[in-house]
């Protein structure tokens, strides 16, 4: 079975610093690895995903995101928060073989002006 | 394209009333699921499908039921409310399932039961 474990469930990073939220997952087959974004009172938002190949992924709104096989975890960055990227981030797993996608808690993000 | 669409997007029931979440998708997409979303719970899994006429159960499929009779629409039923319910329904399509593709989610619907 397929899990997602994301470390902090709020995060709290001044204007202008880095952002780093923690995923680590559990799988037994490769995974396919996915950071999604959800403003307040909406659906969620693709930011990045891993499928195959280079392991540091780019998303949008500058988000970069590194598959490390090894340490079975997928870390989400971004070097300078902006205010507009206050929200509530989760990071997700899917394998062909379960053929569903797996959820973390979530975390939510506050920037301080 | 409207994307994923959900109503209606907000409901309140008393425990024991039986309704349906409606989700419709215009994009052709194989792959369609039902998530709720509860606080510190992140998002579960409740039924999903791989296409026309062919559901499954996911995480949390107890006290729902779906159908698939279409591509585009994807009803949750809720057969008698119970307040372990109330939660913020969330309904996604992909165009086939596989993992390299991209899940597009609608607003959702926020669910009281009480």
């Known amino acids: 079975a397929q899990s997602v474990t994301q470390l902090g469930s709020h995060v709290s990073v001044s204007e202008g610093a880095l952002v780093l939220l923690r995923c680590n997952y559990s799988?037994?087959?490769?995974?396919?690895l996915f950071w999604y974004v959800q403003y307040p009172n909406q659906g969620l938002q693709l930011l990045l995903k891993y499928t195959t190949g280079a392991t540091l992924v780019k998303g949008i709104n500058g988000f970069e995101a590194e598959f490390k096989k090894s340490e079975t975890s997928f870390h989400l960055t971004k070097p300078s928060a902006h205010m507009s990227d206050a929200a509530e981030y989760f990071c997700a797993v899917f394998t062909n073989t379960g053929n569903q996608f797996y959820f973390g808690t979530g975390t939510s993000l506050t920037v301080i002006p | 394209n409207a994307g994923v669409t959900q109503t209606p997007k907000f409901q309140v029931l008393k425990t024991g009333q039986s309704m349906t979440l409606q989700c419709a998708q215009d994009?052709?997409?194989?792959?369609m699921s039902w998530y709720r979303q509860d606080p510190g719970m992140g998002l579960r899994l409740i039924h999903y499908s791989v296409g026309a006429g062919i559901t499954d159960q996911g995480e949390v499929p107890n006290g729902y039921n779906v159908s698939r009779s279409t591509t585009e629409d994807f009803p949750l039923r809720l057969l008698s409310a119970a307040p372990s319910q109330t939660s913020v329904y969330f309904c996604a399509s992909t165009s086939s399932g596989r993992g390299t593709d991209t899940q597009y989610f609608g607003p959702g619907t926020r669910l009281t039961v009480l």
């Open positions: 994009m052709n997409h194989e792959y």
């Open positions: 799988s037994s087959v490769p995974p396919y």
